[in-house]
């Protein structure tokens, strides 16, 4: 049974960083692509970034050069660090496994950026 467990998200004023964490386990993250999306309030789900299984990374323009994906093959936890956050960064950041014929999929982490 596949598990995706997030972590790290909170409330930062804008400027500020914070760095998600997708604990993985019934797969492993450095054999598979992985990847964070998010969702904001009235809006459709945008991948944000995504590191294939080779190392290959991906980043939606409006976050290239603040955020960094990455993994811990031996946590299995695959990382989002975030930084100059702004307010249109705001929404629930979802971490999935997999790919898009079978792809799983964690419970989802709150990150509100505002002063």
């Known amino acids: 049974q596949v598990q995706l467990v997030e972590s790290g998200g909170g409330l930062v004023q804008p400027g500020g960083s914070l760095r998600l964490s997708c604990a993985a386990s019934?797969?492993?993250?450095?054999?598979?692509?992985m990847g964070w999306y998010r969702q904001a309030p009235g809006s459709q789900r945008e991948l944000v970034a995504s590191?294939?299984?080779?190392?290959?990374?991906n980043y939606v323009d409006s976050v290239k050069g603040r955020f960094t994906i990455s993994r811990d093959n031996a946590k299995n936890t695959v990382y989002l660090q975030m930084n100059s956050l702004k307010p249109e960064d705001t929404a629930v950041y979802y971490c999935?496994?997999?790919?898009?014929?079978?792809?799983?999929w964690g419970q989802g982490t709150q990150v509100t950026v505002s002063s």
């Open positions: 019934g797969i492993l993250v450095g054999k598979n692509p």
């Open positions: 999935y496994a997999g790919y898009i014929v079978r792809r799983y």
């Open positions: 590191i294939s299984f080779e190392g290959v990374t």
